[in-house]
């Protein structure tokens, strides 16, 4: 069998949620079966390291795609076109993307529709594409994968697609989230946190991960209870960020409140498992990785009832309305506070973690690209 691939998210040192996703599921099916053929296909110049085996090989097809004409133009003439050539039994489209004018059959992974929950929260003509060419892509996809029953249900509510259609993998941990003795945490809050515990946030600073909400709570539970404690915000500023650097400059412990930019994924391990918690209390998420990725480090969740979140975290976090921030505080205290609270949710991490992983997400896609193949 031969599979072409999108690899588009394939970026050196760049990789994120989407880019996580490919690498992880089409190196374990590279590997599982070497009888296949595997044609990635790049946007841009690639790196060599992620053609992970003998049976892979890789294609550039321009023009670079981040942009919505650019979009446009390499899914509906480039691709289709590099598709006819090398042939392809199936083509695995994991970034919510494929292609109207190809016949190639196609497996689509979608990950989220916020753009249809949070369309202000999107520049205009990114909006007007999702809109326009995302109900399209789900009808035209013949098969359809998702990382959670909550995104699954959310397609099928929005654009009548058939549950048969779809399946529902999931996203799993890296390599290198473990525990850390009392010794290395302290080590890694010496380095981050002038030796003060710290509460911590990693993934994008958007509005829509709820960011300044989690800063007013961070200032009042510090006014109300005067902790030694400090926020650590991990992660790229990304569109419309005036409401997060409001809620900064009026917070009356800004100086505890530490903006750190992109978190190098050498460092991200040790950061998270030396948290007193993670809080991740975003307003909408197709699955929420960092959740996983802190019940691996044996590190306290503090999350939101919102979308997808409760289902991956299970009994594993403590759960809040994101949008009361006198309840995001009150929560915030109690794991501050409460040693056996922070205890029972670990213990509830170590169960709840099992549940998802790379090699099940893997399976997942396995199973329906044999079955598109036959």
Same mark, same amino acid.
């Given at each position: 069998m031969k599979i072409a691939i999108n690899a588009r998210f394939l970026l050196p040192d760049k990789l994120e949620g989407i880019g996580w996703f490919t690498h992880? #599921? $089409?190196?374990?099916? #590279?590997?599982?079966? @070497?009888?296949?053929?595997?044609v990635f296909l790049f946007d841009r110049p690639f790196d060599p390291r992620f053609l992970f085996g003998p049976n892979v090989s890789g294609i550039v097809v +321009? @023009? =670079? %795609?981040?942009? +919505?004409?650019l979009w446009y133009l390499w899914f509906e003439w480039t691709l289709p076109a590099a598709l006819r050539r090398c042939g392809a039994d199936v083509?695995?489209? @994991?970034d919510g993307f494929c292609s109207l004018s190809s016949a190639a059959k196609t497996l689509m992974v979608t990950h989220d529709l916020a753009h249809l929950h949070f369309p202000a929260e999107i520049p205009f003509t990114v909006r007007a594409y999702y809109h326009y060419f995302v109900p399209r892509y789900l009808r035209r996809a013949e098969s359809v994968t998702t990382v959670s029953e909550f995104t699954k249900a959310d397609i099928m509510a929005q654009y009548r697609i058939a549950a048969?259609?779809?399946? #529902?993998? *999931?996203?799993? *941990?890296?390599?290198?989230f473990t525990p850390l003795s009392a010794e290395k945490q302290a080590l890694v809050r010496e380095k981050y946190s002038s030796g003060r515990p710290y509460f911590l946030y990693i993934g994008a600073v958007h509005p829509r991960k709820n960011i300044h909400r989690l800063i007013q709570a961070f200032d009042r539970f510090k006014s109300n209870s005067n902790a030694p404690v400090k926020l650590l915000i991990g992660g790229r500023f990304s569109w419309q960020t005036g409401i997060i650097r409001s809620a900064w400059e009026a917070a009356v412990h800004k100086e505890d409140i530490i903006f750190m930019?992109?978190? =190098?994924? &050498?460092? !991200? =391990?040790? !950061? &998270?498992?030396?948290?007193?918690?993670l809080t991740y209390i975003s307003l909408f998420e197709g699955f929420g990785v960092p959740l996983l990725e802190a019940m691996h480090c044996d590190t306290p969740v503090l999350t939101s009832t919102a979308s997808? !979140? =409760?289902? $991956?975290?299970?009994?594993? %976090?403590l759960k809040v309305d994101p949008e009361d921030v006198g309840q995001i505080a009150e929560a915030m205290k109690r794991l501050h506070e409460d040693e056996i609270l922070r205890a029972t949710l670990v213990r509830a991490g170590r169960q709840q973690r099992m549940r998802y992983s790379w090699d099940g997400a893997a399976k997942v896609v396995e199973q329906a690209l044999m079955e598109l193949a036959r």
């Open positions: 992880e #599921v $089409v190196r374990r099916l #590279v590997a599982w079966h @070497p009888e296949w053929q595997f +321009p @023009p =670079p %795609a981040r942009h +919505p004409v083509f695995f489209s @994991p048969d259609k779809i399946s #529902v993998s *999931c996203n799993g *941990c890296r390599d290198g930019g992109y978190v =190098p994924e &050498t460092e !991200l =391990p040790e !950061l &998270t498992a030396a948290a007193v918690a997808s !979140l =409760p289902e $991956v975290a299970g009994e594993a %976090a």
